[in-house]
């Protein structure tokens, strides 16, 4: 690393196996920016202070990723609007010695969407599984896109009930117990936001949830993405994606942010997917 490389960093628990320094490794080689971008594994009693030896150490920019993204909020000094509507932040950025926070999650998976997989998002019907960092990352973003009615369901109520309190949309947006999905009806828009497929399982859902020509999409990639997917698939969706076209379009977005310059994602996600051709998209 030069004298005046970028100091980038991505905080979470577990981080080991996460894509992203590949991935801004990537778009450095790509924009010609030194940067170091190294994942540090931090569980939420020893993140405050990771991060601020992060920054003593000359870091100036960093992402961060489960369980974190809504301590992440707690410790900025001012948050976007994006990140402040829902209290996560995937991104942290240094600005006057304090930390600028903001979400690329939810921006990520719309231009994935919209513009990857040429998907027109207006008007559908939409079910979010799952009240998590992850769920909250992106449900504001769905709606700016234009979806219609959409339904968070939780295994446990409180989560969601306060998801959709803090959106405020209480004639488009409702929350309602996991179990009792199946009285739902059927969408054309289906988002896994669940963890429970990390530990390998996916939890019940009635296939009937699943309209003719549904898009079924998973926030996780790799072999977390498995079940969801295999479930879209059995259900006969026309679209089942993974979260990995998210994962880059999100990191671009963070990239942007800290460095002022928009890498290109394509060839990024192209070689990721290279790798991980057993979970190609079904499109
Ligand atoms: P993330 O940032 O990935 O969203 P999180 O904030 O820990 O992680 O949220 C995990 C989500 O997965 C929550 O919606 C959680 O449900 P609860 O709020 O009821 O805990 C959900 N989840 C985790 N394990 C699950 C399981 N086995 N079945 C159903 N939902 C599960």
């Not at 079910?127 to 992850?134: F, K, N, P, S, Y």
């Not at 504001?140 to 295994?155: F, H, K, Q, S, T």
């Not at 488009?172 to 530990?199: K, M, P, Q």
Request: with cysteine; proline share 5%.
């Amino acid at each position: 690393m030069t004298p005046t490389a970028h100091r980038l960093a991505l905080f979470g628990h577990p981080v080991a196996h996460s894509l992203s320094p590949t991935i801004h490794a990537a778009f450095a080689a790509q924009t010609a920016v030194a940067l170091s971008y190294e994942a540090i594994d931090a569980d939420i009693d020893g993140f405050a202070s990771a991060l601020a030896a992060f920054a003593g150490a000359g870091g100036t920019g960093a992402n961060v990723t489960l369980p974190l993204k809504h301590a992440a909020a707690a410790l900025c000094a001012t948050l976007d609007p994006r990140a402040r509507r829902m209290g996560v932040v995937n991104t942290l950025v240094l600005r006057d010695g304090g930390w600028h926070g903001d979400n690329t999650d939810g921006t990520g998976l719309v231009r994935d969407l919209t513009e990857r997989h040429a998907l027109d998002l207006r008007g559908r019907r939409t079910l979010v599984i799952g009240a998590g960092g992850a769920a909250a990352g992106v449900v504001p973003a769905l709606l700016d896109a234009g979806v219609g009615e959409l339904y968070i369901v939780n295994r446990s109520s409180e989560r969601a009930d306060a998801l959709v309190d803090a959106i405020g949309e209480p004639g488009r947006v409702h929350s309602r117990y996991l179990a009792d999905a199946h009285a739902l009806g059927e969408f054309s828009l289906v988002v896994h936001a669940t963890s429970a497929t990390r530990g390998g399982m996916l939890p019940p859902l009635p296939m009937s949830l699943l309209a003719s020509r549904a898009t079924a999409v998973d926030l996780n990639y790799g072999e977390a993405a498995i079940p969801f997917l295999a479930w879209a698939r059995a259900g006969n969706a026309l679209h089942a994606i993974d979260g990995l076209g998210m994962l880059v379009e999100q990191a671009a977005e963070s990239f942007t942010l800290w460095l002022g310059e928009r890498p290109q994602t394509d060839p990024v996600y192209a070689q990721l997917r290279a790798h991980a051709p057993t979970l190609a998209t079904a499109d």
